[in-house]
């Protein structure tokens, strides 16, 4: 048997040089992209190619199987100077502020209240967490059937122990938005409370103790203690809110198509009638574009408004 000397035993693994470890790493840069291909072939084909061809046809006075003609900015100015538009724009806005501080705050006090280390919890987070799994359509059909406008409706029937008179829900261009929004905040707060949940996870438990020590009440607490340290839970929870407030469509669709009388009328709805019923196909692609920059435009206002409060 041969037995290598000192001199003569290859050098392990630890030994090479910066030089060779860098071309290791080097040489092996297109592995991610390699995972990552099938995805970005399917979102280019699907997402990113009509979201250019949407951009193009904003320009254009569509006629399908007759030839678009460039209007250039004849959508644009169509679309804004409607009263449709800005009437679904604000319904937006409202929906988008409302429905994102509700799900925030009643997500907020769910994680306070299901946040522990004990096993008999996780039945009641599951059960909390099941809007957010359960599809849309079921979920404004359950809705539909809440809001039954008779006196012997769910939602009706509980006014009634507060003494509060029937309301037609979302029957009543007075009441249609904010039931919309009660929807979307029950649906979205459960989502909302598994991150702060998970933020809550990294807050230092000593801190509690020491400001109970100094006299804080629980509300000195949440405020001193528990905010500071979700702030990089809440940028992402906001952002995210904000993004899907701003697309809300299947609710709104399903429980009131926009109406009665365009009081439930949002971008999303809008544009979907434009395009579809109207057949108004350049107009409905200008609205497109005008949502993506709005939803561009508002996620960096979030994001610039939560880095002013960290800094």
């Known amino acids: 048997m041969t037995v290598l000397t000192k001199d003569e035993a290859p050098a392990p693994p630890s030994w090479r040089t910066p030089a060779a470890r860098r071309s290791g790493r080097l040489g092996r840069w297109w592995v991610p992209w390699a995972f990552l291909a099938p995805a970005l072939v399917l979102f280019t084909y699907f997402k990113f190619i009509p979201m250019g061809q949407a951009f193009v046809m904003s320009f254009q006075d569509v006629q399908p199987y007759l030839g678009n003609s460039w209007v250039g900015w004849d959508n644009y100015r169509a679309l804004l100077a409607t009263d449709e538009f ?17 799900a925030v705050l009643v997500g907020f006090a769910l994680a306070l209240l299901l946040e522990g280390q004990a096993r008999r919890l996780w039945f009641v987070r599951s059960a909390a967490f099941l809007p957010v799994v359960v599809p849309t359509a079921v979920i404004a059909e359950l809705w539909r059937i809440i809001y039954h406008p008779t006196d012997d409706g769910l939602a009706n029937s509980i ?37 702060i949940i998970a933020g809550l996870v990294g807050v230092d438990r000593s801190l509690y103790e020491a400001s109970a020590l ?48 365009g009081s439930s009328e949002v971008l999303m709805t809008l544009i979907y009638r434009l395009g579809f019923e109207r057949v108004e196909l350049g107009v409905a692609a200008a609205g497109s574009v005008v949502l993506l920059l709005a939803t561009i435009v508002l996620t960096l206002l979030v994001r610039s408004g939560v880095r002013k409060e960290e800094s």
Request: hydrophobic share 55%.
């Open 86 to 102: 800005l009437s679904a724009a604000g319904h937006t806005a409202i929906i988008a502020v409302a429905q994102t501080a509700g």
């Open 214 to 261: 100094d006299g804080a009440g629980w509300a000195r607490r949440i405020r001193y203690v528990t905010l500071p340290a979700l702030r990089p839970a809440m940028a992402i929870l906001l952002t995210l809110a904000a993004i899907r407030a701003m697309r809300i469509f299947t609710e709104v669709y399903l429980l009131t198509n926009g109406g009665p009388n």
């Open 159 to 195: 006014l009634g122990l507060f003494l509060i008179e029937p309301s037609q829900w979302i029957n009543s261009p007075d009441t249609s938005l904010l039931s919309v929004i009660l929807v979307g905040i029950w649906r979205d707060a459960p989502y909302d409370m598994i991150i």
